[in-house]
């Protein structure tokens, strides 16, 4: 059973930092791509961050490059990968709940990559395995 769990939200002031968690155990076979989602209420999800399991290559949404930096830890092999999502300086309107999310799937993978930054229902639709959230709230 693929599991995702997020973890390192909170309530930070503007200026701040965090680095959200999110360990993920996936089949052997491994995951083709990690990436990080956001979704404030009453809104669409947004990809901000991708990142590709094997080979690391990273994609930004473009407006959040300077201040994202996503990577991961899969030095325990395809299984049991942790990928990390840092955010500096944080700013007011980074406060929603962020989702990590797991796909096999290069096409989806690459899919997505190219629309990073986009807010659309569609977003992320192509990942099968996702996180419960870690909250993250930034106050001005």
């Known amino acids: 059973q693929v599991q995702l769990l997020e973890s390192g939200g909170g309530s930070v002031q503007t200026g701040g930092s965090l680095r959200l968690n999110c360990v993920a155990s996936?089949?052997?076979?491994?995951?083709?791509?990690m990436a990080w989602f956001r979704q404030v209420p009453g809104k669409e999800r947004e990809g901000v961050a991708l990142i590709l399991s094997v080979g690391g290559v990273r994609y930004y949404a473009d407006y959040l490059k300077d201040r994202f930096t996503i990577s991961q830890d899969n030095s325990k092999g395809a299984v049991n990968n942790t990928v990390y999502l840092e955010i500096d300086p944080l700013k007011p309107e980074d406060s929603a709940m962020y989702y990590c999310a797991a796909s096999t799937n290069a096409p989806d993978c690459l899919a997505t990559a190219k629309v990073l930054g986009v807010t659309d229902r569609k977003i992320g639709l192509g990942f099968r395995y996702w996180g419960q959230g870690t909250q993250v709230t930034v106050d001005s």
């Open positions: 996936v089949p052997p076979y491994g995951s083709y791509c």
